[in-house]
């Protein structure tokens, strides 16, 4: 059963998405994250692809049950 047939038509439903560049601070810091654009840009290369794929799964979650807007 979907948010929709849960909460009615009349709320509106918005849930977060991380933009991959800002997620892969989880794993470097935020200081790593940025060095890396510059030392290592193969590694954060990596992440954000990783991180897209992982964002598209959770937007393809979000159509399913319902949300309106996702950011």
């Known amino acids: 059963m979907g948010l929709i047939e849960n909460f009615g038509s009349e709320k509106f439903l918005?849930?977060?998405?991380?933009?991959?560049?800002?997620?892969?601070?989880?794993?470097?810091?935020i200081k790593g994250t940025l060095l890396n654009l510059h030392r290592n840009p193969?590694?954060?290369?990596?992440?954000?692809?990783?991180?897209?794929?992982?964002?598209?799964?959770?937007?393809?979650?979000?159509?399913q049950v319902g949300v309106h807007c996702s950011f």
């Open 14 to 29: 918005i849930a977060p998405i991380s933009a991959p560049l800002w997620a892969a601070h989880h794993y470097v810091g």
């Open 42 to 63: 193969s590694l954060v290369e990596y992440l954000v692809e990783r991180f897209t794929i992982n964002a598209l799964e959770i937007l393809r979650a979000h159509a």
